[in-house]
């Protein structure tokens, strides 16, 4: 079945580590997006890529960093930069309409990153 | 820029009731407006959506949603709640001329169907 996979589930972390969260989608769609999730303020967007080899900060891009060598594969790198890094991370994807972007997103489970 | 308010944190209902989940937006253009629900440390699932056509829009669950462009709300009802209904609903807006960052979200409104 087609769809979006995101791994690690759970993912613990020392402050001052870099830890990178995977996601990978075999839906053949152009987009990926990155959101981070914390109680109270819903989906904020932190990087999107509609092309390969392209990316674009969102609201909130400090701390983090992405990859888009390939069309399936959108990885997230959590840096040390990063000061409030416990929060639950989405992926999603989705396709591109003709000179619009208004397509469903479809999302991955999630990776819940804690910082002990 | 676009905007979505859900103006509830919480929701609660009995079981067999009607329930509605309330959502307003602002945007540039018409309109792209969809309902997701998560379940704890779960990914969003797609509810439904309206583009076009007629204002009350059927998903899954036995969900739906009436687009009002007056009072440009788009408030997610479902007839008789279940139990399993509870769960945290997030609505999301596109204006039609589109924008590379996608959907803007709500903050989300938890849903509890009490038994």
């Known amino acids: 079945d087609g769809g979006i996979t995101q791994s690690p589930k759970y993912l613990f972390r020392k402050e001052g580590q870099n830890v990178t969260l995977s996601c990978e989608q075999n839906?053949?769609?152009?987009?990926m997006y990155w959101y981070r999730q914390d109680p109270g303020q819903g989906l904020r967007l932190i990087y999107y890529?509609?092309?390969?080899?392209?990316?674009q900060k969102g609201d909130i891009a400090e701390g983090y960093s992405v990859s888009r060598e390939k069309k399936e594969s959108f990885p997230l790198t959590v840096t040390s930069a990063q000061k409030n890094p416990t929060a639950f991370y989405l992926c999603?994807?989705?396709?591109?309409?003709?000179?619009?972007?208004?397509?469903?997103?479809?999302f991955g489970e999630g990776s819940r990153l804690t910082v002990l | 820029a676009q905007s979505v308010a859900q103006p509830e944190d919480q929701v609660n209902v009995a079981e067999g009731n009607p329930l509605t989940v309330k959502c307003t937006y602002s945007?540039?253009?018409?309109?792209?407006l969809f309902w997701y629900v998560q379940y704890p440390n779960r990914g969003l699932q797609f509810l439904l959506k309206?583009?076009?056509?007629?204002?009350l829009v059927k998903g899954s669950y036995g969900f739906e949603a009436e687009f009002n462009k007056s009072q440009t709300s788009f408030h997610l009802k479902k007839p008789s709640a279940l139990v399993s209904d509870s769960a945290l609903y997030f609505c999301?807006?596109?204006?039609?001329?589109?924008?590379?960052?996608?959907?803007?979200f709500g903050k989300g409104t938890h849903l509890i169907i009490q038994p």
């Open positions: 999603a994807s989705n396709t591109l309409g003709p000179g619009a972007n208004t397509g469903e997103l479809f």
């Open positions: 839906l053949n769609h152009d987009a």
């Open positions: 890529s509609q092309i390969v080899n392209d990316f």
């Open positions: 945007v540039s253009g018409n309109p792209y």
């Open positions: 309206y583009i076009t056509g007629d204002n």
């Open positions: 999301a807006v596109i204006g039609s001329g589109g924008g590379a960052d996608g959907l803007t």
